[in-house]
C-alpha cells in the first residue's frame, strides 16, 4: 500500500475516517499530499517529545522478554500484557524512551560507532515459546542468543562416524550373531580352521556398507561447506563497516573487502560480505536474483526493475492524478473536486494505449517480489511476497540509520510454512524534532495541518507521536532455502539455523521395511532354530560325552553357514537392479526409484488409494460451462458471452468517450464500468443480459491471486496457486477482458477494443482448505466505487450468497456432468461500512495470538452476508491419459481400489463413472450427510447385503462411522470392490491408509499428486508421487515417482512381479546353497563320531560363497517366469503374487527336502566312491557341490539372458583353473584322471537328476499359470 501520501490508499482513508469521527479529520475534499505536509511548521510536529502515549487493546502480548545489555545498564521488563498503540508490550514504551533519554551517555561511555545503526540483533532472553522481539540497537551491547546459521545434513562426524555405523549395523540380530561367530576363533578351544574364513565375508560386508556410508556422508559435507560458506551481502552502517572487516575473514579477504569499502565511501551504508553461516538475527541481508535465501528473514524492500510483478499503472497513475489534484484543486469544494477527479480518471484511463500501458508496466515499484520454493514445499509456482510498506520506501542509508526506532515482534519459530506472526513498529524520532514523523502518521499530518484550532492541532501532535504498527504476516517473509525469483530484497533475519522452517520440516520418515524382507527375517529365526537344533542333536547322538557344551558350541561355528551372511549383500544388490531397470524403462520415462529397497512390495499390492485431481484427471482445468439462474452458456456459446461484453463495455463507455471526449455519461456523472454494473437504469427491475453477463467475467477477472509475469521473449506468463485460478484468468482473457498488470495495491484489465480498467486492490483473503473462498475487495480508480467479490465451494457461499431458488439445483447439475463449480457473488460496500470493516480488520491483523480467527471474524461480520450472487462456473478437468484402461487392468488384477478425494460427493461419482473406478452395471450406493450412530448403522447394516457395490460415502458420514463403528466399517469397506471417499482432508485420507493396513495386513499402495496427498502416501506400504501441476511435493515425499497414473500399469503388473518374483527365488537359492553345505558338513561328523571338525576350511570356505557360485546365482535377478506382454494382457496372473506363494513355508520346506537330499548324497556317494584318502574326500565331494549349484542355478533359469551363460561358463573356467593353485585341497594326479571324473559326475547325476524329473512331471501334471499362457 502507498503510504506516500496518497489520499486513496486504503490505511489512509481508514485512519482519516478514524480522524473524522473524532473531529480531527480534513474534510473529504482536503488534500493529503506531501506538499502540504512539508508546509507544517517543524515544532508542530516534534512538539512535546515526552508526551505520554494513549494506550489502547488492540495489540495483547501474552509473553515476556527482558532486556539485556552489556555495560551494566539496568535490565527492564518488556511487559507483554497491555499493549500500548505502539504494537508493543506496555512497558517496551517505557523503557524504550528510558533508553534515548540517556542515549547520549550510552555513546560517549561505548567505543561503537554512531547509534544509528539498524540492527535487529535479539536483545532480549530466551524464553520457553522462543518469541523473540527484534530491536535495532548498538552491535556492541548485544548478545546473540539464538542458533548460528548453519547448515548440518551430516548424521556423523570424525569422532561419531565409527561408533554410530557399527552400531546400527549389530544391532541386528544375524550381523551381531556372524561378529560373535569370527571372534569365537580367537578362543583356541572354538577354533576351527582359519580366522579369515569367518571374519572375510563379515568384514567385506561391513567395509561396503561403512564405505558407502563415508561416501553419503561426505558428499553432505561437502554440500554443507558449500552452503555455509555461500557469500552473501551486508547492509551495515559506513562508520561500522572497518570494524566488522577487519575482525572476520583472512588478510586477503580483508583486503578486498576494505578495497570495496573505500568504493563506497561517502554513503551511509555500506556493503560487505560475509558467509552464510556468519548470518545473525537482525542483520540487514541484501539478496539478489537467483539468489538462496540463507535464513527466514522480513522482507523490507525489494529493488530492480523486474522484483516484482510487472503489473502496474497502479501507484504511477495514482501519483500524477494526486499532483493534478493538488495543483489545480487544492482549496474546491468536494463535490467540484470529486467531480474533477473523476473526469480526469475516466480520460486518462480511456485513452491509454495498449503499448503506453505496457511500458508503463514495466517500471514496476510495488514493493513485491516473487520467491521460488520447490526446494521447501515442493511446489513449482513462483509465490509472491510483499515487503513492510514503511521500509519499501526508504533508501538503504535511511534504513542502517532507524537505531531504536523500529523493532520487530517474532513469534516463536513453528513448522508450518504458511503461518508467521509478527508486527514491525516504527516510532517517531523524539530527538530529532527536524525529522519527518512515521509514514503512516505523516499521511494524516498532510490533511491536518490545514484544520483550525488550537485542540485539533494538539491531538495531531499527540498522534504524531504514536509509533507505527505493521502486522506481519507470511507474505512478508522469505524462508530459507527459496530463491528469490527476479530483481533485488533486502531483508531482516528474523530465524536461523536450526529455528528455520526449512530446518524444521526437515524430517526422516518412518523407515519402511518390506513384506518379502520380513519373510525372509522369519525364515532365518527358523534357520537359526534349525542350526541350534543340529548341532544340540549330534552332540546328543554322542552322549554329551566329555565338554559337551564346548563341541554344541564348535557345532554352531560349523553350521553358521545355514544363515548366509551374503543373503543380505545379495538381496541388497538385487534391489538395487531392479530400481535400475524400473528407472531405465523407456515406456515409463521419467520414474524415480526414490527407496531403493521396496521394489518388491510393488509384486504384493491388494489396495490402491489414490486421489483424483491431477492424480485420474489431468489437473488442467477449462472452464465449460457458466450458468447465471435464467441464463447458461456451454462450452460452444462462449462465443456469445464474449459478444455480451463487447456490447456492455460500449454501452458503458460510448464511443465518444474512447476518442478522448471526457463528458461523462449522463445518469452517472462521470461513473465507468463497476459504478453502472448493476444500477437500475431508467427504472428497469431487471439488468439486460449483457449487464449481467459483463458483471459475472468482470468478479472472473478481478477476483484471484494469479500474477502476470512478463518473459524476456515478451510472452507473458500467468503465475498463481492453483491452475484453477489460471485456467479462470485465461478464460476471462478469451471473451475479452485480460489481465495485463498486477501488483499488491493494484490491477488493469484490458478489453479488447483498447479499454483499460484500472482498479486499487484494498485488501485480498486468501483461499485456504478450510475456508473454501477466496475474496477481494477492490476499489474501482476512475470512480472511487468499492466492490467485495468473493468466490468459492457451493457448501460454503451457499450460506453467504443471498437467498436463491437455483444454486443448489444447478450444482448438482453440474457435478453429475463431472464439472468442478464454484459460486461467484460480490457485495457493493459503502465508505463507512468499507471503513467499519476496515478497522475492525486492522485491529484484528496487530493480534499475535488468535490472529487468523480474529481476521476471519473479521471477514465474516463485515461482508460475508447477503453477497448478490452472480454465477456459477463449471470446470471441467479432464482424465489422464489412459486412466480407463489402467483402472480396469488393476481391477482385473484383484487391485481393490480407492478414490479418497477432497471433491463433492456428485463430481466424484461421476469421475469414478467415468473412470472405470466402478465396474460396468455395478450398483452405486451414496452415503451423505449421517448425522447420528443409528443412520450409521442402517448403513453398515446394509452394505452386509451388498458387497458387490461400489461405496460412494463423504467424509462426515466417514467419520462418523470411524469414529463410532470403526472395525466393523474397515471390514465391510475393504470387501467392496471399490471406495469412493468424498469430501476428506488429508488426515482422513492418512487414517484410511492406516485403518486398512492394521486390519487387513495387507499391502496398501497409495498414489497422489499433491501437498496434501504427503500425508497419505507416507502411511503406505507403498507411496507413489505423481509430478504435477501442483509441484513435486508429493513426489518429493513418495517412495516412487511417476510422470502418470497410467504408468502405475507396468509399474506393478510388470517391474513389481518381476521384482518379487527374482527376489523369491535369490533369497532361497542363497539359503539353499548355505543348507547343502552345512548338511555335507553334518553328514561328515556323523560318519567321524560326531566330531566337530570343519571339512573344508581356508579358501574353499571363501571361493564357495564368492567367485564358485556368487555369479551364477545372482544372475537370478534377470530371470522372468513371463513375457511382459503376457503379463500386461492377463493381469489375473498378479493375483497370484499377493498371495506370497514363491516364498512360503511351503516353498522352504522344498528347499530344506532338497537341501538335506543333495547334500547327504554327495557326502555318501563321495565317502563309497573314495574311500582311500581324506584329500579325496574334499577334492571329490567339493567339486561334486560346486558343480551341483551351477547345475542348479540353471535348472532355476525360465528365461535365459546372455549373463547368465557367461557366469555359468566363466564360474566354471575360474574353479578349474583355481585348482591348480590349491594343492593343499586338491592332487592335480588324482583330479586329472578319468576315475575321477567319471566319479564325480556320478555323483552330480544323483543328486540333481532326480530333482530335474520331478519337476518335469509335476509341470505337466499341475502347470502353474503362467506356463498356461506361455504356450
Known amino acids: 500500500m502507498d503510504r506516500a501520501g496518497n489520499s486513496d490508499t486504503p490505511d489512509h482513508y481508514s485512519d482519516t475516517v478514524l480522524l473524522r469521527q473524532v473531529g480531527m479529520a480534513p474534510p473529504p475534499g482536503a488534500s493529503s499530499s506531501s506538499s502540504s505536509r512539508d508546509a507544517a511548521p517543524a515544532g508542530f510536529r516534534a512538539r512535546n517529545s ?155 560386508v561391513l567395509c561396503v556398507t561403512i564405505g558407502k556410508e563415508a561416501f553419503d556422508d561426505y558428499t553432505r559435507f561437502k554440500r554443507d561447506v558449500e552452503s555455509n560458506s555461500a557469500p552473501y551481502k551486508l547492509l551495515v552502517p559506513a562508520s561500522a563497516a572497518a570494524a566488522i572487516i577487519s575482525r572476520s575473514g583472512s588478510s586477503a579477504g580483508r583486503k578486498r573487502a576494505f578495497a570495496d569499502l573505500e568504493e563506497q565511501q561517502g554513503r551511509g551504508s555500506a556493503m560487505i560480505t560475509v558467509p552464510s553461516s556468519r548470518l545473525k538475527v537482525g542483520d540487514l541481508v541484501f539478496l539478489e536474483k537467483n539468489q538462496r535465501v540463507p535464513a527466514d528473514m522480513v522482507l523490507l524492500r525489494t529493488t530492480g526493475g523486474d522484483s516484482e510483478a510487472p503489473a502496474s499503472t497502479g501507484e504511477q497513475a495514482r501519483a500524477e492524478e494526486q499532483a493534478i489534484f493538488v495543483l489545480d484543486d487544492e482549496d474546491e469544494p468536494e463535490s467540484t473536486r470529486t467531480s474533477k477527479e473523476r473526469k480526469h480518471s475516466i480520460s486518462r484511463s480511456q485513452t491509454t494505449a495498449p503499448a503506453e500501458e505496457d511500458e508503463k508496466v514495466e517500471q514496476g515499484g510495488s514493493g513485491t517480489c516473487f520467491v521460488r520454493t520447490d526446494q521447501l514445499d515442493g511446489e513449482t509456482d513462483w509465490k509472491l511476497r510483499v515487503a513492510v510498506d514503511v521500509t519499501q520506501q526508504m533508501s538503504e542509508d535511511e534504513l542502517v540509520q532507524l537505531g531504536q526506532r523500529a523493532s520487530i515482534f517474532a513469534g516463536p519459530p513453528i513448522k508450518d510454512i504458511h503461518t508467521f506472526l509478527g508486527n514491525f513498529t516504527l516510532h517517531p524520532d523524539l530527538d530529532n524534532p527536524s525529522a519527518p514523523p512515521t509514514p503512516a502518521v505523516g499521511d494524516l499530518l498532510g490533511g491536518a495541518t490545514e484544520f483550525s484550532g488550537q485542540r485539533q492541532s494538539e491531538n495531531v501532535i499527540a498522534l504524531s507521536q504514536q509509533p507505527h504498527v505493521v502486522p506481519l504476516t507470511a507474505e512478508n517473509v522469505l524462508w530459507a532455502n527459496t530463491v528469490l525469483a527476479a530483481g533485488n530484497a533486502i531483508g531482516c533475519v528474523v530465524y536461523t539455523g536450526k529455528e528455520t522452517r526449512a530446518v524444521m520440516n526437515t524430517s526422516h520418515p518412518e523407515t519402511k521395511v518390506g513384506l518379502l524382507d520380513l519373510e525372509i527375517n522369519r525364515l532365518s529365526k527358523i534357520l537359526c532354530a534349525v542350526t541350534f537344533a543340529l548341532s544340540v542333536g549330534l552332540v546328543a547322538l554322542n552322549g554329551f560325552r566329555g565338554e559337551w557344551w564346548v563341541y554344541i558350541f564348535r557345532f554352531l561355528i560349523l553350521f553358521s553357514s545355514i544363515i548366509p551372511i551374503s543373503l543380505r549383500v545379495n538381496l541388497d544388490m538385487g534391489k538395487t ?349 451414496q452415503v451423505a450427510k449421517l448425522k447420528t450412530i443409528e443412520a450409521a448403522q442402517d448403513t453398515i447394516d446394509f452394505l452386509r447385503s451388498k458387497l458387490d457395490c461400489c461405496l460412494v460415502i463423504d467424509g462426515e458420514s466417514l467419520q462418523l ?30 487414517d484410511v491408509a492406516k485403518l486398512i493396513r492394521a486390519y487387513t495386513k495387507k499391502r496398501v499402495c497409495c498414489i497422489g499428486d499433491g501437498g496434501n496427498d504427503v500425508s497419505m502416501i507416507q502411511a503406505a506400504d507403498v507411496g507413489i508421487g505423481i509430478v504435477g501441476k501442483e509441484g513435486k511435493q508429493a513426489s518429493l515425499a513418495a517412495d516412487f515417482s511417476i510422470n502418470q497414473f497410467s504408468f502405475l500399469t507396468k509399474l506393478l503388473v510388470w517391474h513389481g512381479r518381476n521384482s518379487y518374483k527374482r527376489s523369491a527365488k535369490l533369497a532361497q537359492f542363497v539359503i539353499h546353497r548355505g543348507l547343502i553345505i552345512s548338511i555335507i558338513q553334518a553328514v561328515f561328523s556323523a560318519i567321524f563320531y560326531f566330531a566337530p571338525i570343519a571339512l573344508y576350511q581356508g579358501w574353499l570356505m571363501v571361493g564357495y560363497a564368492t567367485i564358485y557360485t ?113 594343492p593343499e585341497f586338491f592332487d592335480l594326479n588324482f583330479v586329472l584322471t578319468t576315475r575321477f571324473i567319471w566319479k564325480t559326475v556320478v555323483i552330480v547325476a544323483v543328486s540333481s537328476f532326480p530333482l530335474y524329473i520331478i519337476r518335469e512331471v509335476k509341470a505337466r501334471l499341475s502347470p502353474p499359470s503362467y506356463s498356461k499362457l506361455a504356450h
Open 1110 to 1222: 556368487m555369479a551364477p546365482v545372482f544372475s537370478l535377478v534377470l530371470d522372468r517366469d513371463v513375457s511382459e506382454d503376457l503379463a500386461l494382457l492377463y493381469p489375473e496372473l498378479y493375483k497370484e503374487l499377493t498371495m506370497g506363494r514363491s516364498l512360503s513355508a511351503k516353498t522352504f520346506t522344498e528347499w530344506l527336502m532338497i537341501s538335506i537330499y543333495q547334500g547327504g548324497a554327495i557326502m555318501i556317494l563321495s565317502l563309497l566312491l573314495f574311500e582311500n584318502e581324506f584329500l579325496n574326500i574334499v577334492s571329490i565331494s567339493f567339486t561334486a557341490l560346486v558343480l551341483n549349484e551351477l547345475i542348479m542355478v540353471a535348472l532355476e533359469i525360465t528365461t535365459w539372458h546372455i549373463y547368465m551363460f557367461v557366469s555359468e561358463i566363466v564360474t566354471l573356467f575360474f574353479y578349474c583353473i583355481s585348482i591348480a593353485f590349491l
Open 50 to 204: 515526552r508526551s505520554s502515549r494513549p494506550n489502547s487493546s488492540e495489540n495483547q502480548y501474552e509473553h515476556q522478554r527482558l532486556l539485556d545489555t552489556d555495560d551494566g545498564d539496568e535490565e527492564h521488563a518488556w511487559g507483554m500484557g497491555d499493549a500500548g498503540a505502539s504494537g508493543r508490550p506496555a512497558g517496551v514504551d517505557a523503557a524504550w524512551a528510558k533508553g534515548k533519554g540517556k542515549g547520549k551517555a550510552s555513546q560517549a561511555r561505548s567505543p561503537a560507532p554512531s547509534s544509528g545503526w539498524l540492527c535487529f540483533r535479539g536483545r532480549g532472553r530466551e524464553v520457553k515459546d522462543a518469541s523473540r522481539s527484534i530491536t535495532f540497537a548498538d552491535p556492541e551491547r548485544i548478545r546473540a542468543r539464538y542458533p548460528a546459521n548453519v547448515v548440518r545434513n551430516q548424521k556423523y562426524n570424525v569422532a561419531t562416524f565409527l561408533p554410530i555405523v557399527l552400531y546400527e549395523q549389530f544391532k541386528f540380530f544375524f550381523n551381531l550373531y556372524f561378529l560373535l561367530v569370527a571372534l569365537s576363533q580367537f578362543i583356541p578351544a572354538l577354533k576351527i580352521g582359519f580366522i579369515a574364513t569367518y571374519i572375510a565375508p563379515l568384514a567385506f
Open 577 to 925: 537392479v531392479y530400481a535400475r531397470q524400473i528407472m531405465s524403462d523407456d515406456e515409463i520415462p521419467g520414474t524415480i526409484v526414490r527407496t531403493s529397497t521396496l521394489p518388491e512390495e510393488l509384486g504384493r499390492i491388494e489396495y490402491l488409494l489414490s486421489d483424483k485431481t491431477g492424480t485420474l484427471t489431468q489437473n488442467e482445468m477449462e472452464l465449460k460451462k457458466l450458468h447465471m439462474g435464467t441464463m447458461s452458456y456451454s462450452w460452444d456459446s462462449m462465443d456469445e458471452v464474449a459478444t455480451q461484453l463487447s456490447i456492455a463495455i460500449a454501452e458503458q463507455f460510448g464511443a465518444e468517450s474512447r476518442d478522448g471526449a471526457r463528458s461523462p455519461p449522463p445518469l452517472q456523472g462521470g461513473n465507468a464500468l463497476l459504478a453502472t454494473a448493476g444500477a437500475v437504469i431508467g427504472g428497469r427491475g431487471r439488468r439486460d443480459m449483457s449487464s449481467r453477463v459483463k458483471d459475472v467475467v468482470l468478479a472472473l477477472a478481478l477476483c484471484h491471486n494469479v500474477t502476470p509475469i512478463k518473459n524476456d521473449d515478451g510472452s507473458v506468463t500467468y503465475q498463481a496457486s492453483s491452475p484453477d485460478e489460471v485456467a479462470i484468468v485465461r478464460w476471462t482473457e478469451s471473451v475479452g477482458l485480460a489481465l495485463i498488470a498486477r501488483d499488491r495495491t493494484s490491477m488493469s484489465l484490458r478489453a479488447n477494443d483498447g479499454t483499460v480498467l484500472s482498479f486499487d486492490i484494498l485488501e485480498v483473503f486468501p483461499f485456504t482448505s478450510e475456508s473454501k473462498r477466496m475474496g477481494i475487495v477492490i476499489r474501482e480508480r476512475s470512480t472511487g466505487e468499492l466492490m467485495f467479490y468473493q468466490k468459492g465451494a457451493d457448501v460454503v457461499m451457499a450460506r453467504i450468497v443471498a437467498q436463491n431458488d437455483w444454486l443448489e439445483e444447478e450444482c448438482g447439475n453440474m457435478a453429475r456432468e463431472g464439472l468442478r463449480t464454484l459460486v461467484v457473488a460480490r457485495k457493493r460496500l459503502t465508505e463507512q461500512s468499507y471503513g467499519a470493516f476496515e478497522r475492525a480488520y486492522k485491529a484484528a491483523r496487530i493480534q499475535v495470538d488468535n490472529r487468523n480467527e480474529a481476521m476471519a471474524n473479521a471477514v465474516s461480520e463485515h461482508l460475508e452476508h447477503q453477497l448478490e450472487l452472480l454465477g456459477l462456473t463449471g470446470v471441467e478437468d479432464k482424465l489422464q491419459e489412459d486412466v480407463k484402461t489402467t483402472l480396469e487392468l488393476l481391477r482385473n488384477a484383484g487391485i481393490k481400489v480407492w478414490m479418497l478425494t477432497g471433491d463433492k460427493i456428485e463430481t466424484a461419482t461421476c469421475i469414478a463413472i467415468s473412470s472405470k473406478l466402478v465396474a460396468r452395471n455395478q450398483y452405486v450406493h
Open 961 to 990: 462411522c470411524l469414529d463410532h463403528y470403526q472395525t466393523a466399517f474397515i471390514e465391510l469397506a475393504t470387501q467392496l470392490s471399490a471406495v469412493v471417499a468424498c469430501r476428506c482432508s488429508p488426515t482422513q485420507k492418512a
